[in-house]
């Protein structure tokens, strides 16, 4: 055998166990036609100004969410991958969906930072100023599903009253478009159980104690008016053709 050391052949075989679990894994993240970013993270900006969803959420709150909270997670996940480079060749959903297989050195830090890096890029996209009203295939599917915007809304706000501690409370898709609830502690997903999130809220208290202080439930009631419908309506349509939205 040539100077291939224990180091390399560990760091290969380790790339080529988790390149075949993701690619292997029909019931994980479905495995779709877009199979979403790979490799170093960079931090997202916000799709509008910090003010622009005041006063239901404050522009300090935005800021220090966004730049502060956001960018650690983008950072620690970076720092994960210079440790196990072989997992820059994955898509992040495949990654999340096969933690078992990520390098035990590096598993709860990608668990914590990715993790917390595609709920907060979904977060900042699903929301916006003019908020809106759900319409079309979403609206019907939330009709169905749910009996309609306000028993969406008052399930949502009660799975997300009912987190303990820091977590996620969201909506996710099938392939055939039927809607369900899912509520996930810290910064976990549901795209780490093979599923496509429609959307979601951070319960975590930095996303509103400046403004609501400990009264989260206000904060799940309120956080519907900057809710843009028409973005989570893009997403509905993509996932129902099968792709997954990150």
Known sequence: ??????RTLLASATGIALAASAG???ARAAASESA???GPAKLPPLPYEAAALAPTIDAETMTLHHD?????????????????????DLSYPDILAGLDKVPQSVRQAVRNNLGGHVNHTMFWQIMGAKGGEPAGEVLAAIER??????????AFGAAGAKVFGSGWVFVTVTSEGKLALDSKPNQDTPLMDGKRVLFGNDVWEHAYYLTYRNRRPDYLKAWWKVVDWRKIGERYALAKQGKLVI
Do not use: I
Request: charged content about 20%.
């Open 1 to 6: 055998m040539t100077m291939l050391n224990r």
């Open 24 to 26: 292997a894994a029909p």
């Open 36 to 38: 979403g970013p790979k």
């Open 68 to 88: 502060k909270h956001h960018q650690a997670y983008v950072s620690n996940f970076n720092a994960a991958l210079k440790q196990e480079p072989s997992l820059a």
């Open 145 to 154: 599903d749910f009996g309609g915007v306000a028993k969406l809304q008052e």
